[in-house]
């Protein structure tokens, strides 16, 4: 493995441990709460990890990571709205939140090497595998779209149960992508929330029962 290819890695495990992070605050105060929650420190640890891994994804020409990251961007903003903590936040910091997808996506309409072409055109992946990966995004994405039509219905950030069972799906669509891609930073970032996926399940399950 060559220096260049550690380092392309090296941002993908950071990317993955703020997911990561994100996952176990997330988990800890639901245990804590009998119940599944959506706490302000996911969302914040979600937009920053998102910028990181759509680094990764540009530099690793994969199609299937950048797609995920661009189709679920504004909905961590959108959350971190719904909970009033937006506009604390610095607005340099807030400029380049919402200016970063809005450059990869022209960057990648643009035309120049290794843009959307090139990432489609990727030989090193072969075209149904290619297709597995975009399926499984779009489905682990299509969560958040989940979150936010449910948080919109009650004007408040949340996580439901349909939010983790559509994790769970796209989730293990990942896992086989990433398999077969040789790639250890989804491989293990999607395995460490599996476990995660099935724990919440079982709270919102048990919250169900009690009502």
């Known amino acids: 493995m060559s220096t260049s290819s550690l380092w392309i890695f090296g941002i993908g495990f950071i990317a993955q441990s703020l997911f990561a992070a994100r ?21 914040q640890l979600s937009i920053l990890g998102s910028l990181i891994f759509l680094l990764y994804g540009i530099l690793r020409r994969d199609f299937a990571i950048v797609l995920g990251q661009v189709l679920v961007y504004f909905i961590y903003v959108r959350n971190l709205h719904l909970k009033n903590q937006w506009r604390p936040i610095p607005l340099l910091l807030r400029f380049i939140v919402i200016v970063a997808p809005i450059l990869t996506l022209v960057y990648f309409l643009s035309g120049t090497q290794g843009s959307l072409t090139s990432l489609l055109k990727n030989e090193q992946i072969p075209l149904p595998l290619q297709i597995w990966g975009s399926v499984g995004q779009v489905i ?3 969560r958040f779209y989940v ?24 989730c293990l669509m990942i896992i086989i992508y990433a398999a077969f891609r040789f790639d250890p930073v989804l491989f293990l970032g999607q395995l460490a929330g599996l476990v995660i996926y099935l724990r919440n399940l079982m709270l919102e399950n048990r919250v169900k029962k009690n009502r």
């Open 147 to 170: 979150q936010w039509i449910d948080s919109e219905s009650k004007n408040e950030s949340v996580l439901t149960r349909r939010f983790w069972l559509v994790s769970l799906v796209g």
């Open 140 to 142: 682990f994405t299509l």
């Open 23 to 43: 996952m176990i605050v997330q988990w800890v105060k639901s245990e804590k709460a009998g119940k599944s929650l959506s706490p302000v420190i996911f969302w």
